[in-house]
């Protein structure tokens, strides 16, 4: 089985400072690792995946992570937000064979100006 | 290209109806699979459909079913629906099955049982 721990529910951050958000997994299998973020009244959008390779990912909108194997953790960094990162972040994980994602619960940003 | 396109966007049914929802995939994409969100239990994996066969099913019960046709569009059924059922149905479609493929979602529909 697996889970995902989203260790923060609500992270404010003042513009241009940088921020990080945490996940953490469990799982028993090899699994693929996702962050998605969602806008309001909008759908789910890929932010950066973790397939295999560098554990060091970069991805759009200038986020990155880093998958931590040994502590089991894929956290999101950015070193500058703007106020349009304001949003909800969700971390995700699924199993390397299999189609269907778990996600955590959700982080929300706010950017303060 | 246009995105994962889901119909209605809003709907409102009471309890013991039934309701369908669409969820137009990218064209060229193959699989679709469904999501629910709801404020208690997050989000929460529905069932995943290629070329036109269930390949996987979330722990939900026998009332939510799905099918997808050979154009690849599905259709997600709630039967007998019950206030708990409200939520964001949100839809992904990727050009093949397996994670390796960007999966890419929809903007959902809002389901309101009353």
């Known amino acids: 089985a697996q889970s995902v721990t989203q260790l923060d529910s609500q992270v404010p951050v003042f513009e241009e400072a940088p921020v990080e958000l945490r996940c953490n997994y469990s799982?028993?299998?090899?699994?693929?690792l996702f962050w998605y973020v969602q806008y309001p009244n909008q759908g789910l959008q890929l932010l950066l995946k973790?397939?295999?390779?560098?554990?060091l990912v970069k991805g759009i909108n200038g986020f990155e992570a880093e998958f931590n194997k040994s502590q089991t953790s894929f956290h999101l960094r950015k070193p500058s937000v703007h106020i349009s990162d304001t949003a909800e972040y969700f971390c995700?994980?699924?199993?390397?064979?299999?189609?269907?994602?778990?996600f955590g619960t959700g982080t929300r940003l706010t950017v303060i100006p | 290209k246009a995105g994962v396109t889901q119909t209605p966007r809003y709907l409102i049914k009471t309890r013991g109806q039934q309701v369908t929802l669409s969820c137009s995939p990218i064209?060229?994409?193959?699989?679709v699979s469904w999501y629910q969100q709801t404020p208690g239990q997050g989000l929460q994996f529905l069932f995943e459909?290629?070329?036109?066969?269930?390949?996987n099913k979330g722990n939900f019960p026998g009332r939510f079913s799905g099918r997808q046709f050979s154009n690849s569009r599905s259709e997600m059924n709630v039967s007998t629906l019950e206030l708990g059922d409200s939520a964001l149905y949100l839809c992904?479609?990727?050009?093949?099955?397996?994670?390796?493929?960007?999966?890419?979602f929809g903007p959902g529909t809002r389901l309101l049982v009353l």
């Open positions: 992904a479609s990727s050009s093949t099955p397996g994670l390796q493929e960007t999966q890419y």
């Open positions: 799982s028993s299998v090899s699994v693929y």
């Open positions: 973790y397939l295999s390779g560098s554990t």
């Open positions: 995700a994980v699924g199993p390397t064979g299999a189609n269907n994602l778990f």
């Open positions: 064209s060229g994409h193959r699989s």
């Open positions: 459909y290629f070329s036109e066969t269930q390949r």
